[in-house]
């Protein structure tokens, strides 16, 4: 982890992954799905109050009439003026507007937080370090099945990418 990260807010967009119910819900590691979600809705709250843009990405189930129960993102969650695109696969780039929207917002570096830290996360984060954003990973924001697969995308696969932080971590500052 590293010391405080100073973010433009005119070119930042916090990305939250798969904040839905039945996700949320699933028993997780390092942390509940529900301590990702508080550390996720303060990242949020910050990111609104500096005038950055909150993505919310959610999946829903290819070829199915009906999406599970508990498919929609976790009540309260999403607030107006917030983008919230949904996905069918594991990222939320492929067959998504999110590349177009982004660069709509005039947005070059995104910070994740989100459930599974190896899946969602990490699948949209590749598509995103492809597509030429910088990158910021709020591992206190994260969680995944099992430790031992959070772990790997925090230590080995994220410091490739990107940056990692705490929530604490981030700081927007105009400039």
């Not at 507007?97 to 570096?109: D, I, Y």
Request: aromatic share 4%; no cysteine; hydrophobic share 50%.
């Amino acid at each position: 982890m590293t010391a405080p990260l100073a973010l433009d807010p005119a070119r930042t967009a916090l990305v939250l992954v798969d904040l839905m119910d039945r996700i949320v819900a699933l028993p997780l590691e390092p942390r509940k799905g529900t301590e990702v979600l508080h550390a996720a809705e303060e990242l949020a709250r910050s990111f609104r109050a500096a005038g950055a843009p909150v993505v919310l990405v959610r999946v829903e189930r290819p070829s199915l009439a009906e999406q599970p129960p508990g498919s929609g993102l976790v009540a309260g969650l999403k607030e107006d003026g917030d983008v919230e695109i949904v996905k069918r696969s594991i990222g939320g780039f492929q067959g998504t507007e999110l590349h177009a929207r982004l660069r709509e917002l005039g947005v070059s570096s995104l910070v994740f937080g989100g459930i599974a830290t190896n899946l969602g996360v990490e699948s949209t984060a590749r598509a995103a370090a492809d597509l030429g954003y910088d990158l910021v990973f709020v591992e206190d924001a994260m969680a995944a099945l099992t430790a031992a697969e959070h772990e790997a995308s925090v230590r080995l696969d994220f410091p490739r990418l990107g940056t990692v932080v705490t929530a604490a971590g981030v700081r927007l500052t105009a400039g």
